[in-house]
Every structure is written in C-alpha cells, then in structure tokens.
C-alpha cells in the first residue's frame, strides 16, 4: 500500500490508508482512546476502540515512530475534518524515552535555551516547525521574483582572503599556513558577477565575529543577497526590493495553515513603500524622544522602532526606507551622493520597526576603489582580484542583503532571533 500523507486523508474517506509518522499523543478514555499520528506535514486522529490495543501504545514513549494501517472516515472534530478507524500499528523504531520538553502541547513548556539545547527534538513541535515553513516559503518567494527578472543564481566562497567590511569582525581561519577569514557577506563576488551575468542572486551563511549578546544578532546567519547592473542609482534597488518583498509576503500568504498555527498573518507590501533621507528620520526622532542625535551616525533600535510606528502611524505601512547614511559608516563599496559626498546612495529597510535590509548603489570605477580603499588604509593586495572586475569595466549597479532569520522572526513576532533559527551560533552557543 503507498503511504498516504495526515494531509492527504480528505478526498480519500472509505478507503483503507497507510500513515506513517511519530507517536504525539495518545488519550485514553473509558471505552475508546485517540493515538495522535504526526509526520512531516500534519497531525492525524486515529481511533482505537481495543483496550490490549490501546494499552500496548501506552507502553510506547512519545516519539516512537509508527505504521498505522486504518480506514479513513469523515469526522468534523478530527483535525482536517477527518480520522482513521480500525486501525493495526506497527512500530518501526521505540523512542528510548520520553523526551525531553512535551511536544503535545500547544506551546511548548521550556524555557528558550532548553528549547535550543535538544533541537533535534524540540524543533519537531509543530508550532516551531511553522515559523520554519514560513521561512522555506521566504526563500521560494526570493528566488521566484529575481529569476522572473532574468537574475541568475550563484554560489561564491565563504572562505576569503579580504573582508569586505574590513578587517575586523571576521573570524580567522588558518588556510594552509595562510591567513583567511570566514565571508561576512558574498559582496565582492557578487559584484564582480554583476560584470559576467548583470543580474545575481544568491542564498547562502553569512559569518561575523561580533561579540554581542542580544536579542537580534547571530555570528553566522543564512543572508539573501542580489546585485544588479545598469543602475539609475540606490533608487533602482530600492524599487527591486520592493517587489521581492511583495514576493516573500505573498509566498508566505500561501502557507495558511502556518500562519493560522502561529496566529499570524503575512504583511502587506505597499505599492511604494515610504522613505525618509537618514538626517529628516533622525531629525524626527530627536525631536519626538527628546534627545541630542545631531552627532550620531546611525540609528539605535529604539530610534528604529519608534521609526516604524511612525510610517504604520502616519502611511498605514509595516515597511521605511531610510536613505542616505552617512558615508562613515559605509563599507568602502558604497557610492556616495553626487550632491552631498559626505551621505551615500544607501538605505536601511525597517521591517515593522527593525533592521531588515541594508543596500545601495556601489561605486563602479577602478580609481574611485583605489582611493577609497587608501581613504579608509586598507591594504589593496587583499583585493587584487576583486579590483580587476573594475579595471576592465563594470557598469553603475547596486544590491541588497538581507537576513532571512530576521525577515521570519518580524513576521511572527519573535523575541528573540534564536527563535527562528534551527541550530543558532552565538558568542556562547557553538553545540548542538
């Protein structure tokens, strides 16, 4: 007999099905029990009116894998509307024991970092299995769009000789006897395929060696990255974006029963997104909390969220643009603004109140990158190869990237990234 999905049992009433799946719950009552069959897409209701049957499963810690031969049978109070009676079970492999956090419950019973120390088990629970599909969904909605605009998927090294952030923050990997870094981002290569494809994208881990403790950074993290030729300027990746987020949000539309699970809903993506030049937000937000920003060059996290209440307040929108930071606190990449060099043709997007994307039009000419690697006394050697993309010419063009983790944990209102990371590493965390 195929095997038959907990998902698939709808149109399949009358007729006998093989389920295949873990042990989530069994309830015994007086004169019939309920086993709860889990598998990798739902939850079946299977009914077992014998009592040796019943006592048997009983004698099963949870988890054990099962086979579980039955008819199917419409019943509008069993999850999807139907459950399995007559059944016979087979067990294909007995849990050693219990496991460590209930994953019958609605929402697990542990605090976070239990949840993180037995992954392998605890990721099994469905209300963290759902924050994970929403997060495959991400991916599918980024990849859709950038191919529908003719942008090529690549693959590029994540051990590097030069960091393109600069030297600090990497970690440092002995390379035969050589000094390498772990990637920080897939920026230089990317680039360099901007003058062999015009349009790319790629999906891939990210590492920085930052020694933060918080809520919203990793040291290693999955980025969604894309880079594009023949730019007007920041402009022309602004208006991309705009449209992949659009993709992301409907693609996570289409996982309903996730969002219903996590009792979410997908966000909705203007058809123009709002915008505020780096000076006017931070003008606004000195004035609305009271504080002397006047010197500052970037924007704290309360300055982000109150930013994002701002736009939903003022133009109904979960999404902000912030354009134009300052150009010290750019990588040395970043093509400043013809008007005003000391701001840059950049931008932040704010994801209801938080960091979500960082991009910007780069600079394209071989002189510009020698004098602005000299600016910031960064050694051009690192970078020769990087450099020969633009000695032999590279038009205007201009990306993005972005962090997957935190794309999923402001759809489902997270607290804490490691939330919505399967295997997170952190300054403390290296197992398991």
Request: hydrophobic residues 45%.
């Amino acid at each position: 007999m195929e095997r038959t999905w907990t998902t698939e049992l709808g149109p399949l009433c009358g007729r006998r099905v093989l389920l295949k799946g873990w042990l989530h719950r069994l309830r015994r009552l007086s004169s019939v029990s309920f086993l709860l069959l889990r598998d990798g897409r739902g939850v079946a209701q299977v009914v077992v009116h014998d009592p040796a049957l019943a006592r048997w499963v009983a004698g099963l810690a949870h988890e054990s894998v099962l086979e579980v031969e039955g008819t199917a049978v419409a019943e509008p109070q069993a999850p999807g509307g139907v459950e399995v009676r007559d059944p016979r079970v087979r067990v294909v492999a007995a849990a050693a024991a219990a496991p460590p956090v209930e994953l019958l419950r609605p929402l697990p019973r542990a605090q976070l970092p239990t949840l993180l120390d037995h992954a392998a088990v605890t990721l099994r629970h469905p209300r963290r299995r759902a924050c994970f599909r929403l997060a495959a969904a991400a991916v599918r909605g980024f990849r859709d769009v950038l191919r529908s605009r003719g942008f090529i998927e690549i693959q590029t090294p994540k051990i590097v000789a030069a960091a393109p952030e600069g030297g600090a923050n990497v970690f440092a990997v002995d390379y035969f006897g050589r000094r390498a870094h772990l990637a920080q981002s897939p920026q230089l290569y990317k680039q360099a395929m901007v003058g062999v494809f015009e349009r790319v994208f790629e999906v891939g881990p990210a590492f920085r060696a930052e020694p933060h403790d918080t809520p919203r950074h990793l040291n290693e993290y999955v980025s969604l990255d894309a880079e594009m030729g023949f730019v007007r300027d920041h402009g022309t990746v602004m208006d991309l974006l705009r449209d992949v987020l659009a993709g992301m949000a409907e693609a996570a539309g289409e996982e309903r029963d996730s969002l219903e699970l996590l009792g979410v809903a997908a966000p909705e993506v203007p058809g123009r997104v709002p915008s505020l030049h780096f000076t006017e937000a931070r003008s606004m937000v000195a004035t609305a909390l009271s504080e002397d920003l006047d010197r500052e060059l970037d924007l704290a996290p309360a300055h982000e969220s109150w930013l994002g209440d701002w736009a939903l307040r003022e133009h109904g929108s979960e999404l902000l643009f912030v354009t134009g930071y300052p150009m010290a606190r750019r990588p040395f990449y970043t093509h400043p603004d013809p008007r005003a060099t000391e701001w840059s043709n950049s931008f932040d997007l704010l994801f209801r109140g938080r960091e979500l994307v960082t991009g910007g039009q780069r600079l394209h000419r071989y002189e510009d990158y020698v004098a602005a690697l000299a600016a910031r006394g960064l050694d051009p050697e690192p970078f020769h190869g990087y450099l020969e993309a633009f000695r032999y010419g590279m038009p205007p063009h201009g990306g993005f990237g972005m962090g997957l983790a935190r794309w999923v944990a402001g759809l489902v209102g997270a607290a804490n990234i490691r939330e919505v990371v399967l295997f997170p590493r952190d300054v403390a965390r290296l197992t398991p």
